[in-house]
Nanobody, 114 residues
C-alpha cells in the first residue's frame, strides 16, 4: 500500500505556470508506474505518466507544455505545467500502480483564469 499527497495547485492566469508535487508514504523506486490525471466536470482523464525507468507518456493536449518527472530519493513525482490555459482547469490527481492495484491521492485544484 501507499498513501499519496498532492500539493502545488492554485489559481494562475492564462499563460502562467505551476508545479504540482505528489509525495508518497513509501519508496517509489520499485513502483512501476506513476502518473497524473485530472477531472473537470465529467470523467477523469490521463494527463501524463512516468515509468520506473523514466519513460514518459503525455496526452496530446499537454505535449510540449507539461513535464512529468520523478525523484526517487524524495519519494516524489512532479508535474511542471507551463503555458496554462483555461481548459487545463481541473482537480489534478496523482496515481500509483502497484501490481494490479491503483492508489490515488486526494487531488489538488488547478484553476486557470484571468
Amino acid at each position: 500500500q501507499v498513501q499519496l499527497v498532492e500539493s502545488g495547485g492554485g489559481l494562475v492566469q492564462p499563460g502562467g505556470s505551476l508545479r504540482l508535487s505528489c509525495t508518497a508514504s513509501r519508496s517509489i523506486y520499485a513502483i512501476d508506474a506513476m502518473g497524473w490525471y485530472r477531472q473537470a466536470p465529467g470523467k477523469r482523464e490521463l494527463v501524463a505518466t512516468i515509468g520506473k525507468g523514466g519513460n514518459t507518456y503525455y496526452r496530446d493536449s499537454v505535449k510540449g507544455r507539461f513535464t512529468i518527472s520523478r525523484d526517487n530519493a524524495k519519494n516524489t513525482i512532479y508535474l511542471q505545467m507551463n503555458s496554462l490555459n483555461p481548459e487545463d482547469t481541473a482537480v489534478y490527481y496523482c496515481k500509483a500502480e502497484i501490481g494490479s492495484d491503483d492508489y490515488w491521492g486526494q487531488g489538488t485544484q488547478v484553476t486557470v483564469s484571468s
